[in-house]
């Protein structure tokens, strides 16, 4: 059975639009009856981007570096937040036995919002290989575009530490997520 949508027109009368695909059973849509936009209730997921990379990156220093993936994403409110979750692939090596460490951190533009503590890698003996996640939900209070990506850091670049993302061909991602606020 194909779905409808009924519109009122205030005074009990209805216009009927048909979709040749099925809807299931009929179903009847609110909408308030005054210029603007839609507003959907808080909570509700406004919009949703994402961003890739398969192309390796290394950070070999002690200062935080750009990792392989970012995304921009332009909140619609600034009572909106955005709830970011990033996947890495991550390969930790150092040139001695001892284990490698590295830390990586979630940054909105330029502002680290889970810094150095966001997540220390540790390795056993002299290379750690392994997927990380880091979420976070953020209140950008702006309308105007952000941009969230990873950097990442070594611990001790005296003995050769590395931290590789994107590591062995794997694809690395951040999604953007807004939630109405």
Known sequence: MSGKIKIDDGSGNYTILTNAGSLGSDKTLTIP????????QSGSVLQVVQGTSSTQTIASTTSFTDLSVSVSITPSSTSSKIFVIVSHYALITRDSGLAPAALIALVRDSTILRGDTARNLLGEGG???????????????????V???TQGKVVNAANN?????????????IVAMEIGG
């Open 33 to 40: 009856n005054e210029t603007g936009t839609l507003n959907l």
């Open 147 to 149: 941009t969230y990506k």
């Open 161 to 173: 530490e590395r931290l590789f993302t994107a590591a062995a061909n794997n694809l690395d991602s």
């Open 127 to 145: 290379q750690m290989d392994y997927p990380i996640s880091l979420s976070y939900l953020d209140s950008p209070n702006t309308t105007s575009s």
